[in-house]
């Protein structure tokens, strides 16, 4: 069976940029200039993820992106986000699964691609730099010890989590039950409380 991913997809009008493909130094370009340009009117960005991850360079540089960009960023989890996506995911304002089956998946960096990409020799010193880097980016909305031990642990044991344990784990915010509704972890609210609550007023999901 072939990829059933099929790229990045970047709509001005309705500022939704999807990556339904690796996130790797190819789509890692595309992504950025979407985010560049409709971050210059300030108004909110989409960004739709179904995505198996990828490359942990592009992922942390995603993550870094949307963490410093000028428009809010709300990542909709589409299917999964795993490894890399689901670093980039960390970065976004708002986190919110599709439905109750969409993944986030958290490993160990396996290889190191991107500007040190076959050099084996350095591989254990970029490893231990990297798990830094996922830690950072798992840890930035809280930095409790404990939280921290448990994403740790997540990563270590290659976890794949359904969205309700991805909303436990604090890695989304809110799961989406229909077009007026979200479950958060206390419970169901309505969408559009649950933009307004998130400094997000009179936004409507763009699909």
Not at 102 to 128: C, D, Y
Not at 133 to 149: Q, V
Not at 152 to 172: R, Y
Not at 190 to 195: I, L, P, V
Request: proline share 4%; hydrophobic share 40%.
């Amino acid at each position: 069976m072939g990829d059933v991913f099929d790229g990045v997809g970047i709509n001005y009008e309705k500022r939704t940029i999807e990556l339904f493909c690796h996130l790797d130094q190819n789509s890692y370009p595309e992504i950025r200039r979407g985010i560049l340009d409709m971050s210059k009117e300030k108004e909110p960005i989409w960004l739709l993820l179904d995505s198996p991850g990828g490359d942990l360079f592009a992922g942390t540089q995603t993550f870094a992106l949307l963490r410093s960009c000028a428009s809010p960023v709300i990542g909709v989890v589409m299917g999964q986000a795993s490894s890399a996506a689901a670093l980039a995911l960390q970065g976004c304002k708002v986190r919110i699964a599709l439905g109750d089956l969409s993944i986030v998946g958290l490993h160990e960096p396996t290889a190191w691609v991107g500007p040190f990409e076959g050099k084996s020799e350095t591989f254990v010193r970029q490893n231990e730099q990297a798990i830094k880097a996922i830690m950072s980016a798992f840890t930035t909305r809280d930095s409790n010890p404990d939280y921290a031990s448990r994403i740790e642990a997540l990563i270590s044991a290659k976890t794949a989590l359904f969205t309700e344990d991805a909303l436990k784990e604090d890695l989304v915010d809110a799961v989406i039950i229909d077009r007026k509704t979200v479950r958060t972890i206390d419970g169901e609210v309505a969408f559009e409380k649950f933009m307004e609550d998130n400094k997000l007023p009179n936004l409507e999901l763009p699909f």
